[in-house]
């Protein structure tokens, strides 16, 4: 029963990290970036923000889970919205809230698929290091194709004229989330080599 519990334990603690990231990068923004932005692009800050961290959670995890991220980031995208959602009983029957956070959710394994197209895999896992220079455009491609998604399925309630301003708000939101969140990634793991070193100089 030990070995069984551990083993349930080592495939669910990444998918609930996921879930935790994503509520987490979420909450920042729904907290702290999107009133701040809400006083300049009212308009705009419904549905999208200038910097949206949570597309680099999305793309950090396909990185490092591939498809099965695809499920814990829906589940991370459906309760951080109920969690920071100002009508949550609502929301739960709302379903482009559903279509928009599984969308949003495919973007990322997407991005590294169309680039496995072009013989390129960047799944980490393989041996090889991580080029962040060729993830940082796997998360371009991603925003683009993130872009696309939500600018289709918020077509029936974007004010007429701001469908092009929505798309370029989440292009440019994804885009910085994933710089942002590789740049503190990077950090994270220059950090820890440095540590490795001093360890075993000591």
Sequence with gaps: MGDLSRAVYKSSAPFLLIIILYIFAHG????????????YFPEITVFACFLYLPHGIRVLAALFYGWPSVIALFAGNIIAAYVFSTDPQNLLLDGLVFATAFAASLTGVLAFEFMRLFGMNLYAGRGTPINWKLILVVGAI???INSVFQSLLLSG???????LLVFFAVFIGDILGVAVL???LMLGFRWYRMREEASKLS
Excluded: E, R, Y
């Design 182 to 184: 590789m740049f503190v």
């Design 28 to 39: 920042i923004v729904a907290l702290v970036i999107a009133p701040i932005q809400a006083i």
């Design 142 to 144: 991603s925003s683009v």
């Design 157 to 163: 309630v974007i004010i007429p004229g701001d469908g």
